[in-house]
């Protein structure tokens, strides 16, 4: 038996995790359960699962997750110090989900544990990056890739033979607005961004895959995950979401891993790993599908991908501060209080604003995460002004 501990265990991806855990009896064991602010959902998952803990991360919650699970034997906890307490206690499996730099201390306590961890949490390592591959190595902890795209090009590579790779090719469905002319795009509405045409997802995410920032992310999460150069990575639409990205040799031989659009299928993986574990996911029918379809990414249209690649290309805080900046854009747009073009507009702004020195620990990472927001407000407020 595994231990599993999730980390934003009522999110999307926490609860594709969940539905994995429940369909295998007999083979994990949870140890801990984290959530920001649904008190009901994080009860009755804990409870079903016969977690050992629950931790709620606004600290406001807790009497109330208490009262959610007197009698069930789940210990209840709360605060954002108890989230990272609870990771750092470690499991063979930590699966990372929570959304945003949030999820970045809890991250790093999982780590500083030396067990696996399970990421889905991009943010975490955008922004962290160097100082997180260091504690990975210090810590004997092992980083494996939940992100689709990243997840295939895991399956793909042969890390031995790293520098026979040509480039990776990470595939992009473009998002809900692939097609839409330019001058649509400012009148579209947070409801329009959140449709994603293929993936079922968190708001933030589905709204980074509307701007493209989410392949932007994705950039600087290949960069850090695998041992190749930035102008190694490369990008392509591919509406289908058939194939979740491509390693392309150096004999021209270039391997690809496909399947239905289902995040239980990278879940899987990184859970089994080593090993291999069944889904329920639709198996893949390309006779149905038909045909697979591929464009350059429009850079006019999306201009997110550009300001993502010259901040991986500088390297440093500028990860860091374009994640940070994204994260206020884009709660922004989704409360009303900024357009969808300005996102990257913000993003830009803040990132012109702000150029700190490249960050060495954790806590350097957290002050620039901070300062960059405070400046990201009042590039939102300037823009309603
Ligand atoms: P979500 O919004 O559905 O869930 C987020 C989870 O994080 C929830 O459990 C929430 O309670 C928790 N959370 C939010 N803010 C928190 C805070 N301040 N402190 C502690 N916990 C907090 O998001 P999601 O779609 O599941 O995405 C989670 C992560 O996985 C993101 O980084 C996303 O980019 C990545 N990801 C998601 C998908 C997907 O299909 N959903 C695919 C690839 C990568
Ligand atoms: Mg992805």
Excluded at 160 to 172: E, F, K, M, N
Excluded at 238 to 263: F, N
Aim: charged share 20%; net charge negative; with cysteine.
């Amino acid at each position: 038996m595994k231990t599993v501990t999730i980390l934003g265990a009522t999110g999307s991806v926490g609860t594709s995790t969940l539905d994995l855990i429940e369909r295998a009896p007999g083979a994990f064991r949870v140890r801990a359960l984290t959530a920001n602010s649904d008190v009901a959902k994080l009860a009755s998952v804990a409870i079903r699962t016969r977690a050992e803990r629950a931790v709620i991360a606004d600290e406001a919650h807790l009497p109330a997750l208490r009262d959610a699970l007197a009698g069930s034997g789940v210990v209840a906890a709360g605060g954002a110090e108890a989230v990272a307490e609870a990771a750092g206690e470690g499991a063979d499996v930590t699966v990372a989900a929570i959304v945003g730099c949030a999820g970045l201390k809890p991250v790093m306590a999982a780590i500083r544990a030396g067990g696996t961890i399970a990421l889905a949490n991009k943010e975490a390592l955008v922004s962290a990056g160097d100082v997180m591959k260091a504690a990975i190595v210090d810590h004997g902890a092992t980083l494996l890739p939940v992100d689709s795209e990243h997840n295939a090009i895991f399956q793909c590579l042969d890390a031995r033979l790293s520098h026979r790779i040509r480039r990776i090719i990470l595939t992009a469905s473009g998002g809900p607005f692939r097609d839409r002319p330019l001058a649509e795009m400012a009148e579209i509405t947070p409801a329009q961004a959140v449709a994603h045409p293929n993936w079922s997802m968190g708001a933030k995410i589905s709204v980074d895959s509307a701007t493209m920032m989410n392949k932007g992310l994705e950039l600087i999460e290949a960069f850090h995950l695998f041992p190749l150069g930035h102008e190694q990575i490369d990008i392509v639409v591919h509406r289908q979401s058939v194939i979740h990205s491509m390693v392309e040799y150096v004999d021209g031989s270039t391997l690809a891993q496909l399947g239905t659009p289902d995040m239980r299928t990278p879940i899987a993986y990184a859970l089994a790993w080593p090993d291999r574990m069944a889904t329920p996911g639709e198996p893949l029918d390309l006779t149905r599908i038909g045909r697979l379809d591929f464009e350059a990414p429009d850079p006019v249209r999306f201009p997110a991908l550009r300001l993502a690649r010259e901040a991986v290309e500088a390297g440093g805080a500028r990860p860091a501060v374009l994640n940070a900046a994204n994260e206020v854009a884009v709660a922004a747009f989704l409360g009303g209080g900024a357009r969808f073009l300005e996102i990257a507009a913000i993003v830009a702004d803040t990132l012109e604003r702000f150029d700190p020195p490249a960050p060495q620990t954790l806590d350097a990472v957290l002050d620039i995460d901070r300062e960059a927001r405070r400046l990201a407000a009042e590039c939102v407020k300037e823009r309603v002004a």
